[in-house]
């Protein structure tokens, strides 16, 4: 492609918002913050799903024994 064509993409690329991309976002854990572990069913992660658990917060969630 012609430079002038380039150019032009790129002034138009840099006019696009930064956070306007679907890929930038991160599932969070609202408890916590932490960005892994992350389970998208309970909107928290593996540590405060396993404290709240502990404290009986989160319904149906019951420590294991068999």
């Known amino acids: 492609a012609p430079m002038e064509e380039r150019f ?3 002034l ?4 696009l918002p930064r956070n ?3 890929n930038r976002l991160r599932n969070r854990c ?7 572990a ?5 909107k ?3 540590i405060a799903l396993r404290e ?5 917060q989160v319904p ?4 294991s024994s068999w």
């Open 20 to 22: 306007g991309a679907k």
């Open 52 to 56: 709240l658990g502990n404290q009986g």
């Open 30 to 36: 609202e408890v916590t913050g932490r960005p892994r």
């Open 12 to 15: 138009k690329l840099a006019q």
């Open 60 to 63: 149906g969630v019951v420590k």
């Open 38 to 42: 992350y389970y998208r069913k309970l």
């Open 8 to 10: 032009r993409a790129q």
């Open 44 to 46: 928290m992660s593996r």
